[in-house]
Nanobody
C-alpha cells in the first residue's frame, strides 16, 4: 500500500525551528520528485520546496528561500523539511507530495505547523 506519512509539526515561537519528516512506504522515493506544499487557513495550497529525483536539484518559494531546506534520505526512504527562523506567516498545514507522472502522484495527510508567541 502506497503511503506518505508526515510528522514533526507543532507549535513553535517566532524565530524557532522545526524539522518535518515524510516517510514513504509502498514505493521508493528515489524515482520521484518530492515536494512540500503548505496551506494556510483561507488560502490556496502553495508550493514551498521541491527536490528533483535526478541530481537532487532544489527549488524554493521566495517566501521561504534562505530559511527552509529540503533533503532526502534514500536509505530511510524519507524526505525532510528543515525550517529555521520561522515566522507567524509560516503557519499552515504542510503536505508532502511525491510525483513521477500524472498517474503516480501521491499526497500525505498533512501536519500542522503553528508559529505563535
Amino acid at each position: 500500500q502506497v503511503q506518505l506519512v508526515e510528522s514533526g509539526g507543532g507549535l513553535v515561537q517566532p524565530g524557532g525551528s522545526l524539522r518535518l519528516s515524510c516517510a514513504a512506504s509502498g514505493f521508493t522515493l528515489s524515482s520521484y520528485a518530492m515536494s512540500w506544499y503548505r496551506q494556510a487557513p483561507g488560502k490556496e495550497r502553495e508550493l514551498a520546496a521541491t527536490i528533483s529525483s535526478i541530481g537532487g536539484i532544489t527549488n524554493y518559494a521566495d517566501s521561504v528561500k534562505g530559511r527552509f531546506t529540503i533533503s532526502r534520505d534514500y536509505v530511510k526512504n524519507t524526505v525532510y523539511l528543515q525550517m529555521n527562523s520561522l515566522k507567524p506567516e509560516d503557519t499552515a498545514v504542510y503536505f508532502c507530495n511525491a510525483k513521477r507522472s500524472v498517474r503516480y502522484d501521491y499526497w500525505g495527510q498533512g501536519t500542522q505547523v503553528t508559529v505563535s508567541s
